[in-house]
């Protein structure tokens, strides 16, 4: 664990677990805001906190990465790129399928633009890079894939990920308590329809 300063009130924390830190720091006093990314987690403090102090303290937590609550997600495997996915990974479509929907995934973090978040959990045969070409427009609910992660298009946007499918799911809604449905942590299971 690497612990860099980020202004008067802040340090971002390299580390290989990024959501078991954040787990284990959630509900800490003098914390202000956990924000966790691929490889890091933003820690924005109160003045007069011992951050380093309490980051020794946490990462010996054991359950520092209990599972969060699980979200199921309704897909049509229909996606623009399934079968170029298909040949590219040497398997039929249906394998495709079969592989992304049996794996169960965990929200690594969220980015991009508000409600994608970032699955981790993707079998490797899967791990394909994104679209030399990136789309002007993805229709919103798009489900995807790229690199080692899978993701959900929140809205119509710009993009390069690889299209499987699409669930209605909400991903982003402002009249909720909390807008994102996937939130870090969050257990998500994907179920063909």
């Excluded at 690497?2 to 008067?8: A, F, T």
């Excluded at 924005?44 to 309490?54: E, N, Q, S, Y």
């Excluded at 996606?79 to 040949?87: R, Y």
């Excluded at 992660?149 to 809205?155: D, L």
Aim: contains cysteine.
């Amino acid at each position: 664990m690497n612990v860099l300063p980020y202004g008067e009130s802040a340090v971002l924390v390299e580390t290989d677990e990024p959501l078991a830190l954040t787990a284990a720091l959630r509900g800490q006093d003098g914390l202000i805001e956990l924000v966790p990314a691929a490889r890091t987690v933003l820690v924005r403090f109160t003045p007069g906190t011992d951050v380093r102090t309490l980051l020794a303290e946490v990462t010996a937590c054991p359950d520092a990465g209990a599972a969060g609550p699980l979200v199921e997600l309704d897909v049509r495997y229909d996606g623009a790129d399934l079968a170029a996915v298909a040949a590219e990974a040497g398997l039929s479509a249906g394998e495709v399928i079969e592989r992304h929907s049996s794996a169960e995934y965990v929200v690594a973090f969220c980015g991009f633009s508000p409600g994608f978040a970032y699955l981790t959990g993707l079998d490797a045969a899967l791990h394909l890079p994104r679209l030399a070409s990136p789309r002007t427009s993805v229709p919103p609910g798009s489900v995807a894939i790229a690199g080692e992660y899978t993701g959900v298009y929140p809205r119509s946007s710009p993009g390069g990920w690889r299209l499987l499918g699409r669930t209605d799911a909400a991903l982003w809604d402002l009249a909720r308590p909390v807008p994102a449905l996937l939130a870090p942590g969050t257990r998500v299971r994907f179920r063909p329809c």
